[in-house]
């Protein structure tokens, strides 16, 4: 194999970023390894991820349109986040499949979560709680929520328009 058919890892590693458009566009194929961040008032999105598969690991995600972006089949690991301020925290859509693991979405202004248009994340252990819309929006999705706690939000769950059989257990949803 030669060097130029290696697969290309970029790391983005201890950056501030801070008024842009968008801080991180993840485009077609690419892997990119993005931890240790801090995003702060971009204008639209901190992580934008289209046929792409980054892991996004233990960043700070402040005052965006929506933090998190995965469109077009995406499948990143988004792990250990904190999410705060966002008009959406994590927005999922078009076939994608995120890992969701282990986040923390608070103060976010119409959704933490929001799945959409056949996508089907698994979800874990993330604290999504005191947004002032939906804690998880699923319009058309499958996702896989287990042991979440999902707590003083306008609506812990809403589930609209389903696509198939999906699943929602062992989760603590409190008013």
């Known amino acids: 194999m030669c060097s130029s058919d290696l697969p290309t ?61 995965c469109q077009n089949s995406a499948s990143p690991q988004i792990i250990n986040n904190f999410l705060t301020g966002n008009k959406e925290g994590i927005r999922v859509e078009n076939l994608s499949a995120p890992k969701i693991w282990g986040n923390t979405l608070v103060g976010n202004q119409e959704k933490a979560i929001s799945i959409k248009k056949f996508s089907s994340p698994p979800m874990a252990h993330n604290i999504i709680s005191e947004n ?38 062992r989760n603590n949803i409190l008013d």
């Open 9 to 69: 890892i970029i790391r983005v590693s201890n950056n501030n970023f801070f008024n842009n458009l968008t801080a991180i566009f993840a485009p077609d194929n690419s892997f990119a390894e993005i931890s240790d961040n801090n995003f702060t008032d971009n204008l639209n999105y901190a992580v934008v991820c289209r046929y792409s598969s980054p892991q996004i690991i233990n960043n700070k995600i402040t005052g965006h349109k929506i933090g998190i972006w």
């Open 132 to 169: 002032k819309g939906y804690g998880v929006y699923i319009e058309k999705a499958s996702p896989m929520m287990y042991n979440n706690l999902i707590k003083s939000n306008r609506v812990g769950i809403l589930c609209k328009d389903f696509y198939r059989d999906f699943m929602i257990m």
